[in-house]
């Protein structure tokens, strides 16, 4: 059975369970994604199914892509990825996979989205840092301050907290659980926050590890 499925995050809404309880959830409409091409142990080294996701208009396409996708004969396609299979051999080339058919209600998965953007952000917004005092004449505010070392090593460590680029970065949660599937729909709904923008692209998972 193959491990995830591509899908787009629709927003946040709320559901209630039988017992009265108000749960917070993501809406995401979760495929149906395409078998594109498998990769098999015996020649690429692994098994995967390569899938397809959100319809491209095929003038769009350049001529290479457009004879990729013809073999499965499904349209072309603007999402592609490879995900892990265990039994590649039920699958076939122009293959369905819908999310009734990967995940039921209860299970735990891992949810992985492009964060939002934030753009240049300072030491205090991007990693929580104090700053200065605002009175008694203090000139330092929201510096980062000394960020060097003395005569050994005379260099700024790897991985020092600076100034950059906030967000728009690959996320991944992991442990969360799926309160309910409309194959119907095409939807999942996600128990909590998930990474990313209303319609952007995820890839939900069966997670690695148990709580």
Not at 83 to 97: K, T
Not at 125 to 146: E, L, N
Request: charged share 20%; aromatic share 6%.
């Amino acid at each position: 059975m193959i491990q995830g499925i591509l899908g787009k995050k629709l927003g946040m809404t709320q559901v209630f369970a039988v017992d009265g309880r108000r749960i917070p959830v993501t809406v995401v409409e979760a495929g149906p994604c395409t078998v594109l091409q498998k990769k098999t142990e015996s020649i690429d080294g692994y098994n995967a199914l390569q899938v397809g996701f959100s319809a491209k208009k095929t003038h769009r396409v350049n001529k290479p892509m457009m004879g990729h996708f013809k073999k499965a004969d499904q349209g072309a396609f603007s999402c592609l990825r490879e995900l892990a299979a265990e039994d590649i051999d039920s699958y076939q080339v122009g293959d369905q996979i819908t999310c009734d058919a990967v995940f039921k209600a209860g299970d735990i998965v891992d949810v992985t989205g492009t964060s939002k953007g934030k753009g240049f952000q300072g030491v205090i917004k991007r990693w929580g840092f104090s700053g200065g005092r605002a009175t008694h004449g203090s000139h330092f505010h929201r510096a980062p301050g000394s960020i060097g070392m003395s005569a050994w090593p005379s260099r700024v460590h790897k991985a020092k907290k600076m100034p950059g680029q906030m967000g728009n970065a690959r996320v991944t949660l992991q442990n969360l659980e799926i309160v309910e599937v409309r194959p119907e729909q095409n939807l999942i709904l996600v128990k909590g926050a998930i990474p990313g923008a209303n319609q952007g692209l995820v890839l939900i998972r069966k997670c690695i590890k148990s709580k």
